[in-house]
């Protein structure tokens, strides 16, 4: 009876056993099927500690594909426009390097990944890109070319050989876009130089309307010293308003001959026939002056500084307006009195009208000091204000008086007929025009007052030393 009970909890235990066996069994295919993707799958335990064999996973195929499309994307074509020539090839030299060997092995492709992604940095900091999206395309590109160095299979290579050939298109377009680029320059360089010389065409064009206009003046001239009567050989030349070519002749001559700008010499008795011509072919109109040469009929009969005039009984003329000296600017704004006072402190006296009239009009009787026809230059009657005696130089009268004619009107002694409180005024002033002549006069200035334009010269008997 004993053995029999033994023998079924025998029975009994075995059979705990066995259920506690399949149970154990049950759990460890249980924790199996649990962490088998966690230990060998893709990404598990067992498959990192091999992950330069492995192959790629769904995922890292997604990435790259993304990468690759994104690189074809318009959304992301970089816009080269306004770039320069020297920073699109550097963009060229870098995408150069990005080059695939599947044959070195993991420690060169480690390094040449990094390689790459420095390249692409360095380019795209190079190019002053603002968007960082297409910065972010560009460095999910260098990662899945990274991802690509970890794998030898089929389709590792063909992904491989597709991101290259991508890349070369890209090299392909850059440089297209390049090569655009210089020919740009070279056509902006061009178009600029064709711009430069139409400005400086028309600024010829503009110049030459307006020499045109300048130009149909014909050029004043004269003979310097100016024609009269002379105690002594003078040296001659031209004084011109513009540049010309100066054409003369002499009284027993039939041609004339062009002036070699050399000052000449006159002793005898001539007559100067001269006219210009100037750059445009403006000529001016022939004048004549005439020299005279004699011994002088008064030698010592007026002092330094006067003129003998040679009418009546002869008297003696400051050459210039008070305080004769040639280069100064005439007194002006003085009164009768004292004009008349300054003449009787250097033991003159003012002239008489017909005095005056004489020493202007000279031997011929002329309208004005230098002839009887009016020249616009010749005396000191279209200015602003005064200027310096004798700085016309062809206003020199006959005898050899200067500005007789123009720059201020000058003080008489000779009473007006229509009012004897006044005195004649003669000669006109800086802005008489045509109307300052020889002749001219005036008695409506008062002689108490002064007059702006008005100022004196003073006379003398001959020979009263």
Not at 24 to 51: A, C, D, Y
Not at 58 to 83: E, K, V
Not at 385 to 390: A, M, N, P, Q
Request: aromatic letters at 10%; glycine letters at 6%.
């Amino acid at each position: 009876m004993s053995d029999s009970v033994d023998t079924n909890a025998q029975k009994s235990r075995q059979r705990r056993n066995t259920v506690l066996i399949i149970i154990l069994l049950l759990f460890i295919i249980g924790l199996f099927t649990t962490f088998k993707e966690t230990l060998f799958g893709p990404r598990g335990f067992f498959n990192f500690l091999s992950s330069e064999n492995s192959t790629l996973t769904h995922q890292d195929s997604l990435r790259i594909a993304d990468s690759l499309s994104r690189l074809d994307s318009s959304a992301y074509i970089f816009d080269f426009s306004d770039l320069t020539a020297e920073q699109i090839q550097h963009l060229l030299d870098s995408l150069a390097g990005l080059k695939y060997d599947a044959s070195s092995d993991s420690i060169s492709k480690k390094k040449h990944d990094a390689a790459m992604t420095e390249a692409l940095r360095k380019a795209l900091e190079t190019l002053n890109l603002q968007d960082k999206a297409r910065l972010d395309s560009l460095q999910r590109i260098a990662d899945s070319l990274a991802l690509l160095r970890r794998g030898d299979t089929t389709t590792n290579s063909q992904i491989s050989l597709d991101s290259l050939a991508k890349i070369n298109r890209e090299r392909a377009r850059l440089d297209s876009l390049l090569r655009a680029k210089k020919n740009a320059d070279s056509l902006r360089l061009e178009k600029n130089r064709l711009d430069s010389l139409a400005r400086e065409q028309v600024r010829l064009d503009s110049l030459k309307r307006v020499s045109s206009k300048k130009d149909t003046v014909a050029p004043w001239i004269y003979p310097d010293p100016t024609g009269g009567l002379y105690y002594a050989p003078v040296k001659i030349s031209f004084v011109v308003s513009e540049p010309c070519s100066i054409y003369v002749r002499f009284s027993g001559e039939s041609k004339f001959r062009v002036w070699n700008k050399s000052p000449f010499t006159l002793a005898v008795n001539e007559e100067l026939f001269f006219y210009g011509v100037d750059s445009v072919g403006n000529r001016s109109v022939i004048k004549s002056k005439k020299y005279v040469f004699e011994k002088d009929p008064a030698a010592g009969d007026c002092p330094e500084g006067m003129s003998f005039i040679n009418s009546g009984d002869g008297f003696c003329i400051d050459k210039f307006e008070w305080p004769n000296k040639k280069g100064a600017k005439p007194i002006s704004n003085v009164s009768f009195s004292e004009a008349s006072d300054s003449c009787f402190s250097k033991g003159k006296r003012l002239c008489t009208s017909s005095e005056w009239e004489s020493a202007c009009e000279g031997k011929y009787n002329w309208n004005y000091p230098y002839g009887s026809t009016y020249e616009q230059h010749g005396c000191v009657t279209q200015e602003s204000s005064r200027k310096k005696s004798g700085e016309f130089g062809e206003c020199r009268g006959w005898y050899a008086v200067h500005d007789m004619v123009g720059n201020l009107a000058e003080w008489t002694s000779t009473p007006a007929v229509q009012d004897k409180h006044f005195y004649i005024v003669k000669g006109g002033f800086w802005e008489s025009g045509k109307g300052a002549d020889c002749r001219v006069e005036r008695y409506s200035y008062y002689p108490q007052n002064r007059h702006n334009p008005v100022g004196f010269r003073c006379c003398r008997e001959a020979g009263n030393k």
